[in-house]
């Protein structure tokens, strides 16, 4: 941890500021408690004062701060660390950019293009309140910080320690163009029985790999139709369950709807490959307009198969796949996304992460027969990051399901309380289920 002369240098220099909070250690932040009534009423004034500083006249819109902004800034916080010490100084300092800048906030980090959060950094978190975008009070605000010094905080947070990779992707900015003015989510189910699909068991090793349709024409010309549908549907997002593609499918039919004129944002469900850099991964592919390549997501928590064609394996064999867990929130227009594959979703670790990025739109691709945990995890995701839910899964058998969507809503008494509403479709085959986040009440419709 920095002292308050160098805490105070930092500010001076640094034309990006959010760095310079990362100085104050990595948990400090979050420990900073103002134990008596005169250490809070210091904290307001300070955080009042500096905000004053970044935006005088009331919440800024250029994001960029002058010399003698710095300066100033600079001055209060290194008085400030000194009398209370450096945790409490950035902690205020982190709340005046917060309610100085508000939601325009993001634009700094927006420039970097990419993001890779480490313990102690400073992050944005996504706006747009679901109740004001599509027009109805149904929805829950947005919770602000779970930070427990001050719970007002909306725009800002500070990454947690955490054994797993997490970068914010800010490169594909017209992700959700589509969206916006069509809120339609389609999940895509080409397949009706597992026996459409091949498998390599190795018992020996006690792994499985290679799992993938096992008629390569018909899987691509089922995919291309039932894209052109939810094109039709006038949906925005397409999401296909776990494994039903291949490379050369989920290129093809990117290279389809770019060519017919789609702003469709295509994800492509994932397959089974060999990469040399990567080496055995579980792979998704999400495709965007206007984006040079599309964004990918190797699963990180194996699947473990108990049985396959007749054959059972106790124990279960391990799917054969590198696991470096690797999160990447998507932003776009203010709104955070992310993808995720199967097993990845039912991660204490994964619920943890979200909740503290909260992102607005979490989509899972996933070939399960057992799916009541990736309900009970929809609706608990829904309700802790505030997030609209889907889970595209292949399965088959009694109970199973084919499309999970969970989302926060008001209680029917309209009391703001955060609560979740999930609805299920059962198993489809050879068609597509809609989810149009404009109807009053969350259904599914199968076309």
């Not at 039919?253 to 994800?267: K, M, N, P, T």
């Not at 505030?386 to 084919?402: H, K, M, P, R, W």
Request: proline share 6%; with cysteine.
């Amino acid at each position: 941890m920095r002292d308050a002369s160098s805490f105070a240098a930092t500010i001076a220099n640094a034309h990006d500021a959010f760095d310079l909070l990362q100085s104050a250690g990595p948990a400090s932040l979050e420990a900073v408690h103002p134990t008596t009534t005169n250490q809070a009423e210091v904290r307001e004034r300070l955080v009042e004062s500096l905000r004053r500083v970044i935006s005088p006249k009331g919440l800024a819109t250029a994001v960029s701060l002058g010399n003698d902004q710095l300066a100033e800034l600079s001055r209060q916080s290194a008085d400030a660390a000194s009398q209370h010490g450096v945790p409490f100084a950035a902690e205020a300092l982190l709340a005046a950019f917060d309610e100085g800048f508000g939601p325009n906030i993001s634009r700094v980090f927006e420039a970097r293009n990419s993001i890779e959060l480490q313990a102690g950094s400073v992050f944005p978190l996504p706006g747009h309140e679901l109740e004001l975008l599509f027009g109805d009070r149904r929805f829950t605000p947005r919770q602000s910080s779970r930070n427990h010094i001050d719970r007002r905080r909306k725009h800002l947070d500070v990454m947690i320690p955490t054994q797993y990779r997490v970068r914010l992707d800010f490169g594909r900015p017209a992700l959700l163009g589509a969206f916006f003015g069509s809120p339609i989510v389609a999940a895509v189910f080409p397949n009706c029985h597992p026996n459409e699909f091949v498998c390599t068991p190795d018992a020996n090793r006690n792994r499985f790999f290679d799992l993938r349709p096992k008629n390569l024409s018909a899987q691509q010309l089922g995919v291309a139709r039932l894209l052109e549908r939810a094109c039709a549907e006038h949906a925005a997002i397409a999401v296909l369950p776990e494994l039903s593609v291949t490379p050369d499918i989920a290129r093809t039919s990117a290279q389809h709807l770019r060519a017919s004129g789609s702003s469709i944002v295509f994800a492509s469900g994932s397959y089974h490959t060999d990469c040399p850099d990567a080496g055995r991964v579980n792979r998704l592919e999400l495709h965007s307009r206007g984006a040079a390549a599309p964004a990918l997501h190797d699963k990180f928590s194996p699947f473990l198969l108990k049985e396959w064609e007749g054959s059972s394996y106790d124990p279960p064999l391990r799917e054969d796949i590198a696991t470096r867990p690797t999160m990447t929130f998507h932003w776009s227009q203010g709104w955070s996304v992310i993808t995720l594959i199967c097993k990845d979703f039912l991660d204490d670790e994964t619920l943890r992460l979200l909740a503290l990025l909260r992102p607005n739109l979490v989509f899972v691709s996933a070939f399960s027969l057992e799916t009541a945990l990736f309900r009970g995890f929809a609706q608990e995701i829904a309700l802790k990051s505030q997030a609209i839910v889907v889970v595209a899964n292949f399965g088959t058998g009694e109970g199973c399901l084919g499309a999970i969507a969970a989302m926060p809503v008001k209680d029917p008494d309209d009391v703001n309380q955060p609560l979740t509403r999930t609805k299920d479709s059962s198993v489809v085959a050879n068609k597509i289920a809609l989810l149009d986040l404009r109807q009053p009440k969350i259904f599914w419709r199968i076309k």
